[in-house]
């Protein structure tokens, strides 16, 4: 047991059924993908776990790269503001496109890169979340979630790249706390 969550907490997702969950979607993206060569997108820095682990049960032809966008402070909640911090070098003109999400909350971020991404013209253009906060979903947002590990309770996760003010990303498992 990993002592670096020093606060009440309670597991929402143990290490085993998250590494179940990431081959069987490594192994629908496999299929879904057989005859293409998709660049597999992650959103920094939450995201980074969960793709390390995807692409290993991905058994394609695929390249990775990263952006990084900030919609949340250190604290709880979403100041409803997307920006690009870091972007791509690489151009996704022509290409297949799977972005990897950790979580999605209010969708606020998916939905601002997905319509950025969009303007790049990519030939497909999907997206990969292992968590789904469906209930904090802002109601004006419409998106369209191609692959979701689990849909998750409207609470405070962290663990397996998920933070709070920027600690225990590395834990294995995901669990909620509170304040
Ligand atoms: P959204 O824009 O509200 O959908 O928020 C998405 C981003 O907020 C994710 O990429 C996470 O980095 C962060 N986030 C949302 N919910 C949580 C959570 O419960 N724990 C840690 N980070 C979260
Ligand atoms: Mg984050």
Redesign the pocket.
């Known amino acids: 047991m990993m002592t670096v969550l020093d606060r009440p907490h309670e597991i929402v997702l143990s290490e085993s059924q998250i590494e179940e969950k990431v081959k069987e979607l490594g192994f629908e993206i496999t299929k879904d993908y057989f005859d293409k060569s998709p660049i597999i997108i992650g ?1 920094l820095k ?1 995201s980074v776990i969960f793709l390390a682990d995807l692409i290993r049960s991905v058994d394609l032809q695929l390249s990775i790269d990263f952006v990084a966008v900030s ?2 402070g250190s604290e709880m909640s ?1 100041s409803g503001v ?1 920006r690009i911090q870091y972007d791509m070098k690489t151009s996704i003109e022509g290409r297949d496109v799977l972005l990897v ?10 939905a601002y890169l997905m319509e950025s991404f969009t303007t790049r013209h990519p030939r497909s253009l999907k997206v990969c979340t292992l968590l789904d ?1 469906k209930e904090a979903r802002k109601p004006e947002i419409e998106l369209k979630l191609d692959y979701v590990g689990f849909e998750v309770p409207n609470r ?3 663990g397996y790249g ?3 003010d920027e600690k225990y990303r590395n834990l294995p498992f995901v669990a909620a706390i509170s304040d």
């Open positions: 959103i939450g919609s949340y979403s997307v999400e950790d979580i999605v909350d209010t969708g606020l971020t998916l906060k405070f996760l962290v998920l933070d709070y």
